[in-house]
């Protein structure tokens, strides 16, 4: 049974984030989306929203749970069985630091690192550049599950 995890912050989750995490769900019989908890990060959204929105984009995905993870990646995957660390890569500009971590995970413990692609038509995304756009009131439909946009202009009011 070969396990992975999808890390990340996902504040909030894209159509980017879902797209790899239904590739890996393809090559890997269980994907576990992992949101890193870092409290020196100030965050749009809770933890708790993350998760559930994360759950709420994957549930057409019987392979893939959700969950949360404090501390090292590393440990995290030692604590769950899980042998390899699944990123997307967008574009040059995220491979220096993406193989950076790789190599240091791979440092640490024989939990190996795999790079996906971006799929073209996200290679822009981030969720930063998401609120970003969205807080100016501009139109991100297409590039976040319609039920963040929603999420999104709630967060933007409280
Ligand atoms: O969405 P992000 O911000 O790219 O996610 C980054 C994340 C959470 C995947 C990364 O910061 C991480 O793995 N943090 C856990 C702490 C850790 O293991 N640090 C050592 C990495 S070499």
């Known amino acids: 049974m070969t396990k992975v995890v999808c890390p990340g912050s996902f504040d909030p989750v894209t159509n980017g984030h879902v797209d790899i995490v ?23 959204f809770s933890l708790q929203e993350r998760i559930d929105m994360l759950r709420r984009a994957t549930e057409h995905l019987p392979n893939v749970s ?18 390899a660390i699944a990123k997307g890569l967008r574009a040059v500009s995220d491979f220096d630091y993406e193989l950076q971590m790789a190599q240091m995970n791979g ?11 971006t799929s073209p038509e996200y290679s822009f995304l981030a969720s930063s550049l998401v609120k970003e756009v969205a807080r100016g ?3 991100v439909s297409g590039l976040v599950p319609d039920f963040v946009l929603e999420q999104m202009k709630d967060a933007f009011t409280r």
């Open 22 to 44: 239904e590739r890996a769900a393809r090559l890997f019989d269980e994907v576990v989306v992992a949101v890193g908890v870092n409290e020196s990060k100030k965050r749009l």
């Open 66 to 83: 959700v969950a949360s993870f404090q501390g090292l990646l590393v440990d995290f995957c030692a604590e769950h069985g899980i042998a």
């Open 107 to 117: 440092n640490l413990t024989d939990v190996d690192t795999l790079f996906i692609p």
């Open 137 to 139: 009131g501009g139109d």
